[in-house]
């Protein structure tokens, strides 16, 4: 499976537990680490938490391999790595003081819109 549909499944599958304000980097031109970054929040650790524990579970039923987790005991960010996908859960305070969108400005965000047929890369 190509990065893009892996980094695609991650989005349906958070936005099961009603994360919020999903945004898809495509980062593979402007580092090693990973081919997509996917962040998203919740409005509370709890909730985060239960994203994260919601992706894990969903993701190994699809087949794929965990590579590793940070941050999951206190909620407020969680990092969540399966290799060419690396998904950022925060709590919303959190997330607006490290603006990881602002230091990932010059990737192209994948448009995540719900119709799996209009998804395209934009700058």
Not at 21 to 50: H, N, P
Not at 100 to 115: C, H, K, S, Y
């Amino acid at each position: 499976m190509n990065p893009l549909d892996k980094a695609l499944i991650c989005v349906d599958i958070i936005r099961e537990r009603k994360a919020t304000d999903l945004v898809l980097f495509e980062v593979g031109t402007l580092t090693s680490i990973a081919d997509y970054f996917l962040i998203a929040s919740g409005k509370s650790s709890r909730q985060v938490q239960a994203i994260a524990q919601h992706l894990q579970s969903r993701m190994k039923e699809e087949g794929f391999t965990r590579f590793g987790v940070e941050g999951e005991r206190d909620g407020h960010w969680i990092l969540v790595d399966y290799s060419d996908v690396v998904i950022h859960l925060f709590y919303q305070p959190v997330r607006e003081f490290y603006d990881l969108e602002g230091l990932w400005v010059e990737a192209p965000r994948v448009n995540i819109d719900r119709d799996r047929d209009t998804r395209k890369s934009e700058n």
